[in-house]
């Protein structure tokens, strides 16, 4: 089965760091795109990053440049967030996302909640 | 770079259809076929309908159908049912090698 399983979200004073990892099962993980998108609550959507299938090309949205960094491990089917200096904006649901060809996520994680506040 | 402009809601009756506009600028929507739109209901995760401007994934209703016109990218959905009643967002890829997100429709049936 396709699956995404996203982990590691959780409450953090602002400041702080926070690691997410995504598990993907099901698809060969390495032939694919993975970008991470965002959602504030009861709000829309916000591309994140998102990370070539080798891992060296990287890109990400202008608030979290330089505070966030993405990377994956192909070995272990695994895409990693890691947060730094996290802002109260920051809160949000992270889903872990497949692209699935082109500039578009065709598998989805259910997502997990990045809450920062003090 | 701000959010692709989308209506805050629609609404339809069960039967019609309705569309839903996505407009952004020359540097995302304008100049590339890399529009998408999801479905999202709440509580969810968000759901590919279309790609590509126009193209359906396996599986997914007919009743859904994208365009795009210059700037703007449309969704049209035939035939509302009362499931359709959803979060509709659309996005592209940008200049900057980035992505865009619409603001977000929120779809009511009637």
């Known amino acids: 089965e396709l699956q995404l399983v996203e982990s590691g979200g959780g409450l953090v004073q602002p400041g702080g760091s926070l690691r997410l990892s995504c598990s993907a099962s099901?698809?060969?993980?390495?032939?694919?795109?993975m970008t991470w998108v965002r959602q504030a609550p009861g709000k829309g959507l916000e591309w994140v990053a998102n990370i070539k299938q080798e891992g060296i090309d990287k890109y990400y949205v202008d608030s979290v440049r330089g505070r966030f960094t993405i990377s994956r491990d192909n070995g272990k089917n695994s895409l990693f967030l890691q947060m730094n200096n996290l802002r109260v904006e920051d809160t949000a649901v992270y889903y872990c996302?497949?692209?699935?060809?082109?500039?578009?996520?065709?598998?989805w994680g259910r997502g997990t909640l990045v809450t920062v506040s003090s | 770079q701000s959010a692709l402009t989308q209506p805050a809601s629609v609404s339809g009756s069960p039967g019609q259809s309705i569309t839903i506009s996505c407009t952004g600028t020359s540097n995302d929507v304008g100049i590339y076929n890399s529009v998408s739109w999801y479905q999202q209901h709440p509580g969810k995760a968000p759901k590919l309908i279309i790609y590509d401007v126009s193209h359906r994934p396996s599986g997914i209703s007919n009743r859904f159908s994208g365009s795009k016109s210059g700037n703007t990218a449309s969704l049209t959905l035939s035939g509302l049912q009362a499931e359709d009643e959803a979060d509709y967002y659309c996005s592209s890829k940008t200049t900057s090698s980035t992505l865009l997100f619409g603001g977000g429709t929120s779809l009511t049936v009637l």
């Open positions: 099901g698809f060969t993980f390495s032939y694919y795109w």
């Open positions: 996302v497949r692209e699935g060809g082109g500039w578009y996520f065709d598998l």
